[in-house]
């Protein structure tokens, strides 16, 4: 079974700034990777997807991720971050055939105006 | 187009007694999901149905947990008798198809305390 390991649970930060998140999985076979944000008093939703090609994608609202694969790594990256990036942020993984999500434990991110 | 909706949308019980969630995916998702989202951890699948058949509930606790989807649109999921680790975010989600590359689309969640 897959599992995802996201670290530095609570990141505070100003606006402005570079965010970067963290996400690693473990599994041995080819995958499809996914980050779901959470904003207050919102549900889940999907702020970008990976399947194959280009291991650069790009999201929603100025986030990006890059997927490599020798470190089974999926970070997700915003250059500048606004105080409406504030949200919670979830690497979810599956693996090609099996939609069954696994996800991480969540990154709470808060940005200072 | 509407999401996902579910109701209620926060439940306060004693342990022992029961409970029951609904779930409404959007129109013409076949696949659905129920998610379990403990206090600082990220979503786990419990149940996923293909219309109205179960395609995965390995992780469901069975002796007290029971889910189902009989005319393959709206579901239903129990708890009986609820413990005090049920305590979380029960989370709905729908997708058109199981294929795995298939975006996920999540409800607002029912928000269960077990007291």
């Known amino acids: 079974a897959q599992s995802v390991s996201q670290h530095n649970h609570h990141v505070i930060l100003s606006e402005a700034a570079s965010l970067e998140l963290g996400c690693n999985y473990s599994?041995?076979?080819?995958?499809?990777l996914f980050w779901y944000v959470q904003y207050p008093g919102q549900h889940l939703q999907l702020l970008l997807k990976y399947f194959s090609g280009d291991p650069l994608v790009k999201g929603i609202k100025g986030f990006e991720a890059e997927f490599i694969k020798s470190k089974f790594s999926f970070n997700l990256r915003k250059p500048s971050v606004q105080w409406s990036d504030t949200a919670e942020y979830f690497c979810?993984?599956?693996?090609?055939?099996?939609?069954?999500?696994?996800f991480g434990k969540g990154n709470q991110v808060v940005v200072i105006p | 187009e509407a999401g996902v909706a579910q109701s209620p949308r926060y439940k306060i019980i004693e342990k022992r007694q029961s409970v029951a969630f609904w779930c409404n995916p959007i129109s013409g998702h076949a696949t659905l999901y129920w998610y379990q989202q403990i206090l600082g951890q990220g979503p786990k699948l419990l149940i996923q149905f293909q219309n109205n058949g179960v395609v995965d509930d390995s992780q469901l606790p069975k002796d007290r947990f029971s889910a189902e989807r009989l005319k393959g649109v709206d579901s239903t999921l129990k708890i009986q008798p609820a413990k005090l680790e049920d305590s979380a975010v029960y989370l709905c989600?729908?997708?058109?198809?199981?294929?795995?590359?298939?975006?996920?689309?999540f409800g607002p969640g029912t928000r269960l305390l077990v007291l």
């Open positions: 979810a993984v599956n693996a090609k055939g099996n939609n069954r999500l696994a």
């Open positions: 599994y041995g076979g080819t995958v499809n």
């Open positions: 989600a729908s997708s058109l198809s199981p294929d795995s590359q298939e975006t996920q689309y």
